[in-house]
């Protein structure tokens, strides 16, 4: 289901611990890691899709987590023309996404990735809340950016981004990527 302008509605989830650390998961057989995330379906809301996608990807049900808050606007990424199906080019951009900042409230252990019949995600840990944006994909990068400092207020994290080295192209990005499309996140 795309939009008139080519994105996909979709839902990133930003899943904290008692210390403001954030789950940071490996995707199954790469060597890319993200945050939780994948399409609105025909019919269901955001938070819907919300808990849907945290069930299948990560294994935890809504008793396990609490809202904390989440985007007011969609936030948009392309994804670039090497990584979109041959069959979608021309029609499909990217992704339109609703961010959610969750607090987990169950335990690590509550914590499964294996939860769906095709999972997401082999490996995940707590990373500080602005690691992310040193370590994704750098064209999901921007909405990282925009989602982590909308979110910051929720959990008084600094909501000025530690200053790091700058970056110039990563050198592993095309090992890390994953192709997208209709039914990729």
């Not at 789950?23 to 995330?37: A, C, L, T, V, Y």
């Not at 769906?116 to 995940?124: G, K, L, R, T, V």
């Amino acid at each position: 289901m795309l939009d008139r302008e080519g994105y996909r509605p979709n839902v990133g989830i930003i899943l904290c611990n008692a210390k403001n650390e954030v789950f940071w998961g490996k995707r199954i057989k790469e060597h890319s890691w993200q945050f939780p995330q994948g399409g609105i379906k025909r019919g269901e809301t955001p938070e819907e899709a919300m808990y849907r996608e945290l069930h299948e990807e990560v294994g935890l049900r809504p008793e396990h987590v609490r809202i904390l808050g989440r985007t007011r606007d969609w936030l948009r990424y392309d994804v670039p023309m090497q990584w979109i199906k041959r069959e979608w080019r021309g029609s499909y951009k990217g992704q339109k996404q609703i961010w959610f900042l969750l607090r987990l409230v169950g335990r690590d252990s509550d914590v499964s990735l294996r939860a769906s019949d095709h999972p997401e995600f082999d490996a995940w840990r707590w990373n500080s809340y602005w690691v992310p944006l040193d370590v994704v994909i750098e064209f999901k990068r921007g909405v990282y950016e925009q989602a982590l400092n909308e979110l910051a207020r929720y959990i008084d994290a600094d909501r000025r981004r530690p200053r790091h080295r700058e970056r110039g192209r990563d050198e592993h990005a095309d090992q890390r990527a994953t192709s997208e499309g209709v039914d990729g996140e």
